[in-house]
């Protein structure tokens, strides 16, 4: 049985507070680290909030760089990358996406797909500009958009539409200052994904207005039911997309920091020279160890894919059974249930569900206004501790709802 605990947060404020940037001020901590922080030393809880695969990297990728780090490879790499490393990325992303780029200069190597979004965003956000981002989305677009200077416009991506982005929303959305348009499919958090058909009409609207895409494509390999489209395979969208992924998910090398963009080789040398004076170039053991998981780690990566595809049909099957209506996630390893039937709000809900039946959750509203009234649950997790959870969530329901 698990024991409650107090939930007492903390501000912390200081005198030197008034020197700090006012955009930096003004953004709020993230709330998936929030959640995930008030778990941290507490065995008892069930954490269904950090989006990583709960694998350890592959024995022969580890092997690989501990036998580069006993060679004493230890320098730095081009700052766009080990060319091998750009070399086996766009033979991959081409035998998997159909997706063709030169590894010479339409491949960068970031530290991790954080990077390569945040460079995208320096290189072509001016004051003023409208960053137009679907609403539920990823938690960093907005701060990061906000950061480099972007105007942020949500458009809606409707729980009755599948959580996917429309042409009718977009169009509605688009205004003189539009400028960037940022896209995740296999979504985060809702697990949606966007088929050739749905990119047709967005691909359009985005020729005719000049916009530039920034496609996080980070769950491209886990794609359930369907083949991963990348709004960059279609006619006329690749010299206007910017491709950004990395290897965290699909082969759990979260904390190696590798990623990459991918795209117009005129719009990445602009992104390059923002990482040539800031990262410089990606850690060298992690780039090792990137060339060896797309040398010889596609089965491990399918092996994992199974595994989530699996603990997807468990978790959202039961959270159906409780009484919770729950999308069909087609990609990514996170469950987006409603809880608008309690008349609760999303925050309240998971903060009392963490400190009275230990199971951490994080609230839709902080991935947007689209958000609100649903929780993430990440199924990136074993078996026994997602049935484990789902327990927990049931007997919390009964004496609570």
Known sequence: MYKKQPFLPQEHTSLLSERIAPRVREIAPSGIRAFF??????????????????FTTPEHIRAACIRALER???????????????????R???????????SQ????????????LDLALRAFTAPGDEVIIPSPGYIAYSPIAYLNGGTLVEVEAAAEQGFKLTAEALEKAITPRSKLLMVNFPNNPTGA?????D???IAEIVKAHNLIVLSDEIYAELTYDSRH??????????????????????????????????????????????????????????????VESLRHGLRDKDYMKECFRQRRSLFVEGLRSIGLHCHEPQGAFYAFPSIRHTGRKSEDFALQLLREAGVA??????????????????????PAKLAEALERLESFMKVKM
């Not at 994904?193 to 058909?197: I, K, P, Q, S």
Request: aromatic share 8%.
């Open 229 to 290: 489209v990348s709004i960059a395979s279609l006619p006329g969208m690749k010299e206007r997309t910017i491709v950004i992924s990395g290897f965290s998910k699909a082969f759990a090398m979260t904390g190696w920091r590798v990623g990459y963009a991918c795209g117009n080789r005129e719009l990445l040398a602009a992104m390059l020279k923002i990482h040539q004076y800031t990262a410089m170039c990606a850690p060298v053991l992690g780039q090792i160890a990137a």
């Open 72 to 90: 004493g490879e230890t320098m730095y790499t081009p700052n766009a990358g080990l060319p091998e490393l750009r070399a086996e990325i766009a």
């Open 37 to 54: 922080d008030l778990t941290a030393g507490n065995n008892e809880i069930i954490s269904l909030g950090v989006g990583e695969p709960d």
């Open 199 to 201: 990119w047709e009409p």
């Open 361 to 382: 959750v994080v609230p839709g509203h902080v991935f947007g206004k689209g958000g609100e009234g649903h929780l993430r649950c990440s199924y990136a997790a074993s």
């Open 105 to 116: 200069d339409e491949v960068i190597v970031t530290v991790g797909s954080s990077e390569a």
């Open 92 to 102: 991959y992303l081409q035998e998997s996406f159909g997706l063709e780029y030169h």
């Open 193 to 197: 994904v966007m088929t050739y058909e």
